[in-house]
C-alpha cells in the first residue's frame, strides 16, 4: 500500500467516513461499496460493485493507466469510482516533484492533470464525470511555503460508469494530441497524430564495431520505411568506412563518443562531448533517432534541431523524446530482474544548486563547506535482492584536488560510500527485507567540490534476464518511429 500521511491535524484524515460529510458523500452511499486503502491490490469481481473509493493511491503508481481501468472496470453501470489526490497547490506547494512531504509521489496533480489521466486511460463515452474539484476544508492559508499544511489539501474526481451508445466518435484525420499538464513529464500517446512527410533524417549510432554490424537490419528497415529522405548518420570512426560502404546513408559523419576499444573507457564526460556534437551536426532535420540501445548517448538528441526526437528508455527519464520505445534496452546486459532509469526529478537538492531539463547542476564553490547532502532521494521501497546502482554524473576533473563524496543508504543504513574517480562507479548492495533506498551526494570536509551535473541513475537487481537482443530492440524502434510518422500500420 503507498505511504500515507499522518492522520491527524498535521495531514489529511484519509478514512472515507472524513469525505461522507462533504459533496463526495451522495457518491459514498452505496451498499456495494469497495475501500481501496485498506487492500489496494485486492480488487473485487468485474462489475460487482455500486462504488469503488480510491483514496490518495495514483499518485504512487507507476502505470496510472492500467490502474484507472481496473477500477473503473469494477464498477458496475450507474456506479461511481471515486479517486482523491493531493493538490500541488495545496499539499505540494510546488511546480514539480519531488513532493516535499512525500519523496516516494511519482505525479503531482491538478484538477486538469487529473482529468487528462482519466481522458488517457478510458474509452470514451464508457464513463460520465460527475464531479471534480478542490476541497480544503479548513485549509491554513496563513501557514508558510515550508510548513507542513493543515486541513484538507486533496482533488476528488467522481466518475460515473455508463453504458456506451450506439454510436462512436467520428475520426478526424488532421487531429493533435492535447499538450500534457505541466506536472506530468511528456509520455508516449496514443492518439493518432497529424503528420508531415519526413524529408532529412538524423540518426545516431554512436556505438563499438559489432554493434554497428548488429544495427544494419534496423538501418535496412528505416530506408525501406523513409526511401525518399536524406539520411545523415553519424557513427564512430572506425565505423565510418562500413557506413559508407553499405550504402543505406546519403551522408555518414565520424565523431568518436567513446573509445574504439570499450576495454580502454573510463569516466565519460557526456556534456562535454554533446558541446562538440553540437558544434559538428547542425540541423533542421524533420527526425532525430539514437539508435544505441544503452542510453548514455540520449542526451545528445536534447540539443538537436529536430521536428521529431525518438530513442530507446523512458520518456519520464528523456523528456526531449517525443517517440520513446518504452522498454529497457540495457536489462539484457547483467542478467537482471530488474532494471529502471531513476531520473534528477525524484532526488531533492539544495536551495545552491539548479534544476534543469534532466539533470540537477551544482557549483563547486557554492557547495564548499557545506556539511549535510548536496542531494538526497529517492526512497524507493525495494524487495529483497541483490542490487547495483550505478549513478550518472558528470564532474569537472579539472578543478585541481576536487573531491565529492557519495553514499548510498538502506532504512537508514549506510551500506556503501566513496568517492568519485574517471572510472564510472558500480555500487552492489543487499536488501534482505523490504527496505527504503537512498542515495546521497556529499561534501569531504573541508576539501573543494568540483562542479557536477547529477542525472539520476540506473538501479537494477540481479536475476534472470528475459529482454531482447539488442538488434531487436533498434528494429523495434524503427518500426515504431514508422508507425508514428510514415503511416505504417505493420512493420515492414
Known amino acids: 500500500?503507498?505511504?500515507?500521511?499522518?492522520?491527524?491535524?498535521?495531514?489529511?484524515?484519509?478514512?472515507?467516513?472524513?469525505?461522507?460529510?462533504?459533496?463526495?458523500?451522495?457518491?459514498?452511499?452505496?451498499?456495494?461499496?469497495?475501500?481501496?486503502?485498506?487492500?489496494?491490490?485486492?480488487?473485487?469481481?468485474?462489475?460487482?460493485?455500486?462504488?469503488?473509493?480510491?483514496?490518495?493511491?495514483?499518485?504512487?503508481?507507476?502505470?496510472?493507466?492500467?490502474?484507472?481501468?481496473?477500477?473503473?472496470?469494477?464498477?458496475?453501470?450507474?456506479?461511481?469510482?471515486?479517486?482523491?489526490?493531493?493538490?500541488?497547490?495545496?499539499?505540494?506547494?510546488?511546480?514539480?516533484?519531488?513532493?516535499?512531504?512525500?519523496?516516494?509521489?511519482?505525479?503531482?496533480?491538478?484538477?486538469?492533470?487529473?482529468?487528462?489521466?482519466?481522458?488517457?486511460?478510458?474509452?470514451?463515452?464508457?464513463?460520465?464525470?460527475?464531479?471534480?474539484?478542490?476541497?480544503?476544508?479548513?485549509?491554513?492559508?496563513?501557514?508558510?511555503?515550508?510548513?507542513?499544511?493543515?486541513?484538507?489539501?486533496?482533488?476528488?474526481?467522481?466518475?460515473?460508469?455508463?453504458?456506451?451508445?450506439?454510436?462512436?466518435?467520428?475520426?478526424?484525420?488532421?487531429?493533435?494530441?492535447?499538450?500534457?499538464?505541466?506536472?506530468?513529464?511528456?509520455?508516449?500517446?496514443?492518439?493518432?497524430?497529424?503528420?508531415?512527410?519526413?524529408?532529412?533524417?538524423?540518426?545516431?549510432?554512436?556505438?563499438?564495431?559489432?554493434?554497428?554490424?548488429?544495427?544494419?537490419?534496423?538501418?535496412?528497415?528505416?530506408?525501406?520505411?523513409?526511401?525518399?529522405?536524406?539520411?545523415?548518420?553519424?557513427?564512430?570512426?572506425?565505423?565510418?568506412?562500413?557506413?559508407?560502404?553499405s550504402g543505406l546513408a546519403d551522408r555518414v559523419i565520424p565523431f568518436d563518443t567513446f573509445t574504439?576499444?570499450?576495454?580502454?573507457?573510463?569516466?565519460?564526460?557526456?556534456?562535454?562531448?554533446?558541446?562538440?556534437?553540437?558544434?559538428?551536426?547542425?540541423?533542421?532535420?524533420?527526425?532525430?533517432?539514437?539508435?544505441?540501445?544503452?542510453?548514455?548517448?540520449?542526451?545528445?538528441?536534447d540539443g538537436v534541431d529536430a521536428t521529431h526526437r525518438a530513442g530507446i528508455g523512458n520518456a519520464a527519464f528523456f523528456p526531449f523524446l517525443d517517440i520513446a520505445l518504452p522498454i529497457d534496452g540495457d536489462i539484457g546486459s547483467l542478467g537482471q530482474a530488474m532494471s529502471l532509469e531513476i531520473g534528477a526529478t525524484d532526488f531533492a537538492m539544495r536551495s545552491f544548486c539548479e534544476r534543469g531539463v534532466g539533470d540537477i547542476a551544482c557549483r563547486g564553490e557554492a557547495a564548499a563547506g557545506f556539511h549535510e547532502a548536496l542531494v538526497w532521494g529517492p526512497y524507493r521501497l525495494l524487495g529483497p535482492g541483490d542490487y547495483v546502482f550505478q549513478p550518472s554524473i558528470d564532474l569537472n576533473f579539472a578543478q585541481s584536488d576536487a573531491v565529492l563524496i557519495y553514499d548510498l543508504v538502506v532504512d537508514g543504513a549506510v551500506l556503501a560510500s566513496g568517492r568519485f574517480s574517471v572510472h564510472p562507479v558500480d555500487i552492489a548492495f543487499r536488501v534482505d527485507r523490504p527496505s527504503r533506498f537512498e542515495f546521497r551526494l556529499w561534501v569531504h570536509g573541508s576539501d573543494p567540490v568540483p562542479d557536477f551535473r547529477f542525472r539520476g541513475g540506473r538501479l537494477s537487481k540481479r536475476g534472470v534476464a528475459t529482454a531482447l537482443h539488442q538488434s531487436e530492440y533498434e528494429r523495434l524502434l524503427v518500426d515504431l518511429v514508422a508507425m508514428r510518422l510514415a503511416g505504417d500500420g505493420a512493420a515492414q
Not at 489529511?12 to 456495494?32: M, N, Q, S, V, W
Not at 556534456?271 to 539508435?291: K, M, N, T
Open 1 to 245: 500500500m503507498p505511504d500515507r500521511l499522518p492522520q491527524g491535524t498535521n495531514g489529511p484524515i484519509l478514512t472515507i467516513e472524513a469525505y461522507r460529510d462533504g459533496p463526495l458523500g451522495p457518491f459514498l452511499a452505496a451498499k456495494r461499496l469497495r475501500d481501496l486503502s485498506h487492500a489496494p491490490d485486492a480488487l473485487p469481481a468485474e462489475g460487482s460493485q455500486q462504488a469503488v473509493f480510491a483514496p490518495w493511491l495514483l499518485q504512487d503508481i507507476a502505470d496510472y493507466r492500467y490502474a484507472l481501468q481496473r477500477w473503473f472496470g469494477c464498477l458496475e453501470p450507474g456506479g461511481f469510482l471515486v479517486v482523491t489526490v493531493p493538490h500541488a497547490f495545496l499539499h505540494d506547494r510546488r511546480a514539480q516533484l519531488p513532493s516535499p512531504w512525500r519523496p516516494v509521489q511519482r505525479r503531482l496533480y491538478t484538477p486538469a492533470s487529473l482529468l487528462a489521466e482519466v481522458e488517457e486511460a478510458l474509452t470514451p463515452n464508457s464513463y460520465r464525470i460527475r464531479w471534480l474539484g478542490d476541497e480544503d476544508a479548513g485549509y491554513d492559508y496563513a501557514l508558510g511555503r515550508d510548513a507542513r499544511p493543515v486541513g484538507r489539501q486533496d482533488i476528488a474526481l467522481v466518475i460515473e460508469r455508463i453504458a456506451p451508445p450506439a454510436w462512436t466518435l467520428a475520426a478526424d484525420p488532421s487531429s493533435v494530441p492535447a499538450p500534457g499538464p505541466i506536472f506530468e513529464p511528456v509520455r508516449t500517446r496514443i492518439e493518432q497524430t497529424a503528420t508531415e512527410p519526413v524529408a532529412t533524417i538524423l540518426l545516431l549510432k554512436l556505438d563499438h564495431l559489432g554493434d554497428f554490424i548488429m544495427s544494419l537490419p534496423a538501418i535496412r528497415a528505416l530506408r525501406a520505411h523513409f526511401p525518399a529522405a536524406h539520411i545523415t548518420l553519424v557513427v564512430g570512426s572506425w565505423n565510418e568506412a562500413l557506413a559508407i560502404e
Open 260 to 301: 574504439r576499444n570499450p576495454v580502454e573507457e573510463g569516466h565519460l564526460d557526456m556534456a562535454a562531448r554533446a558541446e562538440a556534437f553540437a558544434a559538428l551536426v547542425h540541423g533542421p532535420f524533420d527526425l532525430a533517432i539514437d539508435l544505441r540501445t544503452f542510453s548514455d548517448t540520449r542526451l545528445l538528441l
